[in-house]
C-alpha cells in the first residue's frame, strides 16, 4: 500500500485546513487508516482514525470536537477536516494504515510521507 498525504500549510490560530490521504496499490486489504502527527523534539502520537469497511471512528482526546475524520471508498482517500486549530497542533502530519482500531502508533503498519502543518498564533 502507498499513501500520498497533501492539504498541509500555515493557518493562524483558530483557522481550519482539510488533509487528505490517497492510498494506492493493494488498498483491498486496508483495515483501518489514521492520522497521526509528530511535532518537533515530541514523539508520534494519534490524532484520529476509523475503520474502512463501516467507517467507525476514534479520536484522541485534544482532536475531540475539533478534528473530523472520513473517507471517500471511491477515490481510496481519508481525509482530516481540522477546525479551530492551536498553535499546538503545528506537526507533520502522516496517514498510515493499520489491522485494528488503535491509538498505538506502532501497530501502523503503512505510512505516508507527511504532511506540514503550522499554526501560527
Known amino acids: 500500500v502507498q499513501l500520498q498525504a497533501s492539504g498541509g500549510g500555515l493557518v493562524q490560530a483558530g483557522g481550519s485546513l482539510r488533509l487528505s490521504c490517497t492510498a494506492s496499490?493493494?488498498?483491498?486489504?486496508?483495515?483501518?487508516m489514521g492520522w497521526l502527527r509528530q511535532a518537533p523534539g515530541k514523539e508520534r502520537e494519534f490524532v484520529a482514525a476509523l475503520t474502512w469497511s463501516d467507517t467507525t471512528t476514534y479520536y484522541a482526546d485534544s482532536a475531540k470536537g475539533r478534528f473530523a475524520i472520513s473517507r471517500d471508498i471511491t477515490k481510496n482517500t481519508v481525509y482530516l477536516q481540522m477546525n479551530s486549530l492551536h498553535p499546538e497542533d503545528t506537526a507533520v502530519y502522516y496517514c498510515?494504515?493499520?489491522?485494528?482500531?488503535?491509538?498505538?502508533?506502532?501497530?501502523?503498519?503503512?505510512w505516508g510521507q507527511g504532511t506540514l502543518v503550522t499554526v501560527s498564533s
Open positions: 498510515a494504515t493499520a489491522p485494528v482500531l488503535t491509538m498505538t502508533p506502532t501497530r501502523y503498519a503503512y
Open positions: 496499490g493493494r488498498t483491498f486489504g486496508i483495515a483501518v
